[in-house]
């Protein structure tokens, strides 16, 4: 309930007139509805260019972000090389230095390689390189048994090919949960977007968000109105792919 009042309470929001909003004491149910919030906001803003911008960079980051994550995660816990632990520690240690740390070198980067006010300082940085990612596959891919990889090399398979009909195939469950975490990282994404970005047809949903908020005035009700349609994708893909999200949280620890 703690979770879930903060989001009721930005619906409740969306449907009141902007008087309503901070009326002391508050009443969670709007009197009367404010339908008329939502065709507002999008008309207020150009939001079928920013969702459309919001959706190809998502779909592009999860798709590839998958591929290398998974790729990475089956090197670790099934190739065995020289180093590999250290350097498994040493990618995991990533994790630990603040983006804050990394902003002001990448975005020094971006300016030379001219992507700036780009959608690729959104999409190559962010679908190249997830530690948490290969750790959760890495982590599933280690309970599945060797007896199924040597199999597949008994019958003439490479790594490349055990890799994609033998392992993709079996981490369908924590594809899905880590798709779904990279949907909603990349989707919420507010950070980088406003800094490197600086186009208005460029915008992202969130940092479009952001312009219902003026130098003097916020008009609240749109805000929340838009803020509510902009996390519709995200529930959709979730109750989509419900049952494989924990399905994949459930095992990826288990050894077996």
Known sequence: MIMIFPFLWSISSSLKDISQIFIVPPEFIPKPFVWS??????????????????????????????????????????????????????????????????MIPTFMIMDWIGWLDTHLTLIVPGALFNAF??????????????????????????????????????????????GIFIFMGSWNNFLEPLIYLSTPELFTV???????????????????AGSTISIIPVLIIYIIAQKHIIEGVALTGIKG
């Open 37 to 102: 919030n939502y065709p507002a906001s999008l008309q207020a803003m150009p939001f079928g260019l920013a969702y459309w911008n919001s959706f190809y960079i998502t779909v592009l980051v999860v798709g590839v972000q998958l591929f290398t994550a998974s790729m990475a995660a089956y090197a670790f816990a099934k190739i065995r090389f020289r180093g590999s632990n250290f350097l498994f520690i040493f990618f995991l240690a990533t994790m630990m230095i603040p983006k804050q740390v990394t």
């Open 133 to 178: 990612a290969v750790f959760l596959l890495r982590q599933f891919i280690m309970g599945i048994p060797n007896e199924l990889e040597e199999a597949a090399v008994m019958d003439g398979a490479g790594p490349l090919r055990v890799y994609w009909s033998v392992i993709l195939p079996l981490v369908k469950p924590a594809l899905a949960a880590v």
């Open 206 to 224: 969130p940092l479009l968000l952001n312009y219902f908020k003026g130098l003097y005035v916020t008009d609240w009700a749109l805000m929340m």
